[in-house]
C-alpha cells in the first residue's frame, strides 16, 4: 500500500484516482496513459513519487526522468525537441 501525499495509506483506486486527479490538471494536453500503472512498471521506470514523468523514446529508451510536478512550460519544448531528433534521424 502507497503512502498518499497527505501522509495517509492509499490503497490502489485512490491511487490511481490521485494519479488521474494529478494528470488531468496538469498533463490534460497529453494523450491518456498507455502504459499500464503497476508495482512492476514502477520499478523498471524507478518510479518513485507520484507523479513521476518518464518520456521514452520510440525505441522505449528513457529520455526525461522527472519525479514530481512538471509544467507545460516545461514539458512542451522536451517533447518538441525529442519530436525534432526523431524527423531528423529518420
Known amino acids: 500500500?502507497?503512502?498518499?501525499p497527505w501522509g495517509k495509506e492509499a490503497g490502489p483506486q485512490e491511487e490511481n484516482n490521485y494519479i488521474e486527479e494529478i494528470?488531468?490538471?496538469y498533463y490534460g494536453f497529453l494523450p491518456p496513459n498507455t502504459i499500464a500503472m503497476s508495482e512492476s512498471n514502477h520499478r523498471r521506470y524507478g518510479v518513485s513519487t507520484?507523479?513521476?514523468?518518464?518520456v521514452l523514446d520510440r525505441q522505449g529508451i528513457v529520455r526525461s526522468y522527472h519525479p514530481g510536478n512538471?509544467?507545460?512550460?516545461?514539458l512542451e519544448p522536451l517533447v518538441?525537441?525529442?519530436l525534432n531528433d526523431q524527423a531528423r534521424t529518420r
Do not use: G
Not at 512538471?70 to 516545461?74: D, G, H, V, W, Y
Open 1 to 4: 500500500m502507497a503512502t498518499s
Open 23 to 25: 494528470r488531468a490538471t
Open 50 to 54: 507520484t507523479p513521476t514523468l518518464v
Open 70 to 74: 512538471m509544467s507545460k512550460a516545461e
Open 80 to 82: 518538441m525537441r525529442l
